[in-house]
T-cell receptor
């Protein structure tokens, strides 16, 4: 079954304690992306990756890191989480051709993060 | 900077009637996406529109893209309760990969 998985699904942590949210897809997709969703602020892109070893900043990258060492995985790292990073996080992936052609973006189930 | 404006933000629909959601954006782009989100759930991709004049249809939903007007519409035909959800458009700017979302349109369909 084609899917994007995220772990953990729920996490409560404290300020400053480093954490990683994993994202994995089984569709051999080139493109992967992280978003956060906040009431009143909507969906905002954090980082995206067009392929292995290629990552770029979205609208709200501050306080986050990503890496794309393998095609299937795109972890989101919070080196020193703060309360303003409390949010619902989604990972997504999609096909990307050499000429930029693309297709359906598949979303993970979401990770609800609370930073105290 | 790319800005995406979606309206209306809330739409109360009567079953059986037709409605349209609008998505305007501020800079050139020929890639636009529509998503649906049910309460407490993740996002589901509805349509990918990749060129001027693109039109896609799935069931009671039809999406179109006019890149010259920088406008996409999501048309709902004969609304049914199952279509109650929040609908988002997202525009990809010219540096491929970077997406900007609209604020979302909360749709409630009542008998």
């Amino acid at each position: 079954e084609a899917q994007v998985t995220q772990n953990p699904r729920y996490l409560i942590t404290v300020t400053g304690k480093k954490l990683t949210v994993t994202c994995s897809q089984n569709m051999n997709h080139e493109y992967m992306s992280w978003y956060r969703q906040d009431p009143g602020l909507g969906l905002r892109q954090i980082y995206y990756s067009m392929n292995v070893e290629v990552t770029d900043k979205g609208d709200v990258p501050e306080g986050y890191k990503v890496s794309r060492k393998e095609k299937r995985n795109f972890p989101l790292i919070l080196e020193s989480p703060s309360p303003n990073q409390t949010s619902l996080y989604f990972c997504a992936s999609s096909y990307r051709g050499m000429r930029g052609d693309t297709d359906t973006q598949y979303f993970g189930p979401g990770t609800r993060l609370t930073v105290l | 900077e790319l800005k995406v404006e979606q309206n209306p933000l809330f739409l109360s629909m009567q079953e059986g009637k037709n409605y349209t959601i609008y998505c305007n954006y501020s800079t050139t782009s020929d890639r636009l996406y529509w998503y649906r989100q049910d309460p407490g759930k993740s996002l589901e991709s509805l349509f990918v529109l990749l060129s001027n004049g693109a039109v896609k249809q799935e069931g009671r939903l039809m999406a179109s893209l006019d890149t010259k007007a920088r406008l996409s519409t999501l048309h709902i035909t004969a609304a049914v309760h199952d279509l109650s959800a929040t609908y988002f458009c997202a525009v990809e700017d010219d540096s491929w990969g970077k997406l900007q979302f609209g604020a979302g349109t909360q749709v409630v369909v009542t008998p």
